[in-house]
Structures are given as structure tokens and as C-alpha cells.
């Protein structure tokens, strides 16, 4: 059955038949329609949000510019030695009977450390004195001998010529008998090396050599090592542009020296600048200090790595601030500073002295300006800031 369309009239149907639009095709052709709409529509109306949107401050944390007296310091890298150290050596060969100390142990000057058998250097003393007796009985014969004949001679019942003799002969006695002494003198001495003592007081080491061995006067390592730790020294080197301050405060008044661990977390002493040395490292541009340090508790020990700190002078209120304020670009040190209208400008500062978390600021800021300490990735010119408050120390600190 066909159908004819007139004007006005309506479109007839075939039984069974369905328009384009009510397929699967028309149904998946009007839902794209639909979407790109609706995303043209988020599309124009997305840079308008934007826009719209206001721009938050930058969270940060700010510290006021302040007066404060600041310690002029020079830093240097140094090492623990002992004022006095001495290598305990036997000076006679002989074997070693006994040890009279204990390795680390704290010893006195004169105190007995080791003893060596003295039988050899007894019989040797005994000997010196045997001689000795002998030749003072010589020179008494002699003396007495002269005697005699001075009297003959008086009586001229002897010839001159005998009693010169006699006189020759008691002279070369008594030159005997200084060597006979001298002799006793060293056997004496070579006893009491026997006995061997402490040369200075301090802490002892490791003893090298056992009771029972053979020790010998020429041996380099000998019995062990003394080292003074009570006073101590420390050696440490500044540049030599520094020096004549050191020099100049030198010969007004003492200065003090810290020494402190590797880390720098821990002090481990007090003590004074003692000497400087008497030339200059050509090859590092270097003078060489030594402080002495009372270590009473021993926190210094021989040989040990520590960092020095010697005080040089102090700056009387100088211009602070923390030093993670102080930034770093290619133009120079600058400071990002908080303004009235709570926006942060980057003011360009010549800084000074640092000493426990403080730099001075020599010129760029004044007394009571805000400047950030913590944000500063986040800021730009003229960009506004929210000012965190938060606990933060205005200085750093060292455990003591």
C-alpha cells in the first residue's frame, strides 16, 4: 500500500515502520548533540571563574629587626695535644722484674713504674768502692810517707830530689782516688736507673713490653707513653688576614677559646689563647694557635678532632636579625620585607657578624622593620603575605 502527500496534509506510516529518530542511530545522535552543548557551555564560562577568583595571600613567618650585642668570633679547626708527652725508656739493659702501674691509669711525677734487675749494677757499685778504699790507703802511705821525709829533709838527712818524688807520688793518689769517686758516683747512678719513675705527671698508656723480658737502654718503643691532659693544649689554625687582630686584642687582654665536638653540638671546654706561632703556612695562607685547657673532667683527649671558637671581640648593639631571613642571589645578599599594606618587597642588605643564629646588618634595613624567615619560595614583588605566628627561636643554641 503506498502513500501521497498533499499539502497540508500528514505523512502516512506502513504498518510496522519507525521514523529515523526513534532508532538506536537518532537516540546516540542527540545524546553527542547534547554533550558537546553542554561543554561549550562549561568552556565559555570556565575563564570567567577564573577571573573572578581572588588571589590568597602566602602563608609565612616573619621576624622583627632588633638591637642586640653580638660576638665577633674567628672558627678553626683544631687538635687535642698534650702540653708534655714522654716515651718511658730504660737507660741501663737488663731484665725486667717488675711493673708498678696500671695502663690508663692517672700517675704522679716521681712515682715508680718499673723496676729492673739491680744485681749486675750492685756488684758493680761494690766494686767502684773496693777501688776506692784500696787507693785512699795509698795516697794515707804516701801522705804520711811525705811527712817523713820533709822532716829529714829539714835535718839534711835526705836528698831533695826524693822528697819531690814523694811528693809527685802522693799527688798522683789523690787523682786516683777523684776517679775512684766518680766511679762509685756512676755505679750509684747506674742502681738507681734501676728503678724506674715517672718523669712528669699525667695519664699513662699502654705499656709495650711484660714483665721478665730484656729491656735495652736504646729500645724506641720503650715501656710506655706519659701524656699530660691536666692542663691541656689545643692547636688550630686561622687565616692570616686575621691575625693582626688577634695580635692587637692579644696585648690588651686574654682571649678565651671554646672548643667544641665535630658536630659542633656539644662544648667540651673552656680555656685561654696561650700562644701564636711564629710563621705563616705559605702553602695555606694559615698561622697556627694554641690555647691551653684547664679538662678538669678530661672531655679533651690527645690527638682528638675538635672545632675551636676563639672570641675576638664584642659589637655592641649591632642591627640583628635571624639569619634564614638573610637570602642569597645573583646580585648579592637581599631580604624580603614586610610592608604596612601587608605586602613583602626584596630589599637589598650588607650583612656582618654571625654568631648564634644572628646575622648583623651593617646597612638596607631599620630597627623594628618585619622581614620573612620562613615562606620565601612562595614569594614575589608586591605580592601580599599572611604572617604565621609560630615559636621560633630567635638565636640557636649548643648543648652544653
Known amino acids: 500500500m503506498t502513500t501521497s ?14 521514523t529515523w529518530w526513534a532508532g538506536p542511530r537518532g537516540w ?27 588571589e590568597r595571600p602566602a602563608p609565612v613567618s616573619a621576624a622583627t629587626a632588633r638591637t642586640a650585642d653580638l660576638s665577633v668570633y674567628l672558627d678553626g679547626l683544631g687538635t687535642v695535644t698534650p702540653l708534655n708527652s714522654v716515651t718511658v725508656r730504660s737507660r741501663v739493659d737488663g731484665e725486667l722484674v717488675a711493673l708498678h702501674f ?38 794515707t802511705n804516701a801522705q804520711r810517707d811525705l811527712t817523713r821525709y820533709q822532716q829529714l829533709l829539714t835535718q839534711d838527712s835526705i836528698a831533695q830530689q826524693q822528697v819531690s818524688t ?31 719513675t715517672a718523669p712528669i705527671g699525667g695519664r699513662i698508656g699502654l705499656r709495650s713490653v711484660d714483665r721478665g723480658n730484656l729491656v735495652r737502654a736504646g729500645d724506641p718503643n720503650g715501656l710506655a707513653v706519659i701524656t699530660q691532659t691536666q692542663p691541656i693544649g689545643v692547636l688550630f689554625d686561622i687565616p ?17 677559646v671554646t672548643a667544641f665536638n665535630r658536630d659542633q653540638s656539644r662544648t667540651l671546654g673552656q680555656g685561654q689563647l696561650a700562644a701564636v706561632d711564629n710563621r705563616i703556612n705559605s702553602a695555606t695562607g694559615m698561622v697556627r694557635l694554641k690555647a691551653q685547657f684547664p679538662n678538669g673532667d678530661e672531655m679533651l683527649f690527645p690527638n682528638q678532632f675538635v672545632n675551636a671558637r676563639l672570641l675576638l671581640n664584642t659589637q655592641r648593639n649591632a642591627l640583628v636579625i635571624p639569619d634564614a631571613a638573610v637570602q642569597r642571589g645573583a646580585q648579592g645578599t637581599y631580604v624580603w620585607v614586610i610592608g604596612s599594606d601587608q605586602t613583602v618587597a626584596a630589599r637589598p642588605v650588607e650583612t656582618g657578624t654571625r654568631d648564634r643564629g644572628l646575622t648583623a646588618i651593617r646597612s638596607g634595613l631599620k630597627t623594628g622593620e618585619r622581614v620573612v624567615i620562613d615562606g620565601t619560595e612562595k614569594l614575589s614583588e608586591g605580592k601580599a603575605v599572611e604572617v604565621i605566628e609560630k615559636s621560633a627561636p630567635a638565636a640557636g643554641s649548643r648543648t652544653p
Open 5 to 18: 502527500l498533499t499539502p497540508g496534509s500528514q505523512r502516512s506510516v506502513r504498518p510496522g515502520q519507525r
Open 28 to 54: 546516540a545522535l542527540l545524546l553527542t548533540v547534547a554533550a558537546g552543548g553542554a561543554a561549550l557551555l562549561l568552556w565559555d564560562r570556565q575563564p570567567e571563574a577564573q577571573v573572578q577568583a581572588p
Open 102 to 139: 696500671e695502663e690508663g691509669q692517672m700517675i704522679k711525677e716521681g712515682a715508680l713504674l718499673a723496676e729492673i734487675d739491680a744485681r749486675p749494677f750492685q756488684i758493680q757499685l761494690e766494686q767502684a768502692q773496693a777501688q776506692l778504699a784500696r787507693d785512699q790507703a795509698l795516697l
Open 166 to 196: 814523694q811528693e809527685a807520688l802522693v799527688r798522683q793518689y789523690e787523682a786516683a782516688l777523684q776517679g775512684d769517686h766518680a766511679q762509685v758516683n756512676n755505679a750509684r747512678l747506674q742502681l738507681d736507673y734501676t728503678r724506674i
Open 240 to 256: 692570616e688576614d686575621d691575625l693582626p687582630k688577634v695580635r692587637e686584642r692579644l696585648r690588651q687582654a686574654s682571649l678565651p
